[in-house]
């Protein structure tokens, strides 16, 4: 299993997080629905608890 950790920066957009993480996990998934191990074990990283994106309108927690 490789391990992926995406930077969420407080200037991000959103999409610069969301979207690589959702295609690593779509990977992962269909590798289950095949009876496959996943092979990506996907965290947020950044430099506080919490990240708000996009002035404050997503809030994520690392």
Same mark, same amino acid.
């Given at each position: 299993?490789?391990?992926i950790?995406?930077?969420v920066a407080e200037t991000a957009v959103v999409e610069a997080v969301a979207d690589p993480r959702y295609m690593?996990?779509?990977v992962n998934? !269909? /590798?289950r629905n095949k009876g496959?191990?996943?092979a990506f074990d996907v965290q947020l990283?950044?430099?506080d608890k919490e990240v708000k994106l996009a002035d404050g309108l !997503? /809030?994520?927690s690392c």
């Open positions: 299993m490789r391990n950790a995406i930077l690593f996990l779509a998934e !269909f /590798l496959a191990q996943p990283v950044g430099l !997503f /809030l994520h």
